[in-house]
């Protein structure tokens, strides 16, 4: 019997950026339909408008529901019905409003299981802000929304490269005074836990990025790697997790010594991400990692300076496709012997009138050897 093809949720993102156009292009190659069955959640209004403008041929077939989405085809899901004005390049609460509605109906779909991984086209972080919406990005809107209390961490990465984040979209001047060493220990395990499990790396080597300038110079440009980064990696190497550091950020990226290891944690945002753009170009793909839903985007913005122009790459996006299927892969692959366990069966035998338990393992059908 086929397998079924891995359900990939898009969510159309700002109406005026190029999202629409990065999904457009990634899905002009038929060789995409073979690795999954995609459903955009947005509005085929929206996504024609978009066709027509930029010229494109790619064609969708309209759908209601995501359980009438087909292989085989690029499926819409109309999100809603209200006229939206498209200004290409433009922010404007409407494009933000479109944007929340297509992703508030991908986490109700979600929740009742109608596809299996979602990657989401780039928002404009101002425009969607709403009562509904009152988060600094994805990140912390999807925990909410679908994280069963369990912590998001955000992981940027490429085939070569992967930078977590202690800290995400926080203003400079709070950052020092959330570097704590259970948050460090915290976001630390959830990398741990996502590269064994997400990524099938078997012994995870993790660098810890220091905070202040040269590491802190042993006190001299700051106290944080003294007393706070360098008990949080003791306690790390306690747990059995391999963390090493800290090392001064410049001179670690500026030394590609980042190959050495299977994933770099960042203490803040540009801190991490700066670097890596530079490094990972067109291949980057943000990753929520610690979280019952897969979620993916591309590592760009909106980019309402090119938007509607016909020049924006694809290559992103559809890294960001590729990355989700493979981590729902590997998820199913690293979780399928931990569900299925020997039996452990209890019986009593009584031996000269006492009573003694002893434990017969019964073969699983699925995991015993055949003869």
Request: glycine share 8%; hydrophobic share 40%; proline share 6%.
């Amino acid at each position: 019997m086929e397998e079924r093809k891995i359900r990939v949720a898009i969510t159309q993102g700002d109406t005026n950026g190029v999202g629409y156009e990065v999904i457009l292009k990634a899905f002009a190659d038929p060789a995409m339909f073979e690795l999954c069955t995609p459903i955009v959640y947005g509005s085929p209004k929206i996504a024609a408008y978009h066709r027509k403008a930029l010229n494109l041929e790619t064609n969708f077939s309209i759908i209601n529901t995501a359980e009438e989405a087909r292989d085989g085809r690029l499926n819409l899901l109309t999100c809603f019905e209200d006229e939206v004005k498209v200004e290409m390049g433009t922010p404007s609460n409407e494009a933000g409003q479109a944007a929340l509605k297509a992703l508030d109906r991908a986490m109700t779909d979600f929740r009742s299981g109608l596809y299996d991984v979602l990657v989401t086209a780039p928002i404009n972080k101002a425009t969607i802000q709403s009562p509904e919406f009152k988060f600094p990005g994805h990140t912390e809107y999807i925990e909410t929304s679908v994280g069963e209390g369990q912590k998001a961490l955000m992981i940027l990465m490429n085939e070569n490269l992967r930078v977590a984040l202690v800290t995400t979209h926080l203003p400079i001047k709070k950052v020092s005074e959330s570097i704590t060493k259970e948050a460090i220990i915290e976001k630390a395990t959830i990398f741990y836990k996502s590269l064994k499990r997400d990524f099938r790396v078997s012994n995870p080597r993790i660098a810890i990025l220091a905070l202040n300038p040269h590491a802190g110079d042993e006190g001299v440009l700051g106290t944080e790697e003294i007393e706070i980064l360098r008990p949080a990696i003791s306690e790390l190497a306690d747990k059995g997790i391999q963390a090493f550091g800290p090392y001064p950020a410049d001179g670690f990226f500026g030394a590609a010594t980042y190959e050495h290891f299977d994933g770099v944690l960042a203490m803040y945002h540009d801190q991490g991400l700066a670097p890596f753009k530079t490094i990972a170009l067109n291949t980057g793909v943000n990753y929520t990692a610690g979280l019952p839903i897969i979620r993916t985007s591309p590592d760009h913005g909106t980019a309402f300076d090119i938007a509607g122009q016909g020049i924006a790459d694809e290559n992103s996006m559809r890294q960001a496709i590729y990355t989700a299927i493979d981590i729902y892969r590997n998820r199913k692959e690293y979780d399928e012997p931990l569900q299925n366990p020997l039996p452990k069966l209890f019986h009593e035998k009584r031996e000269d009138g006492e009573k003694v338990r002893f434990a017969v393992f019964k073969p699983n059908k699925k995991t015993a050897p055949e003869n």
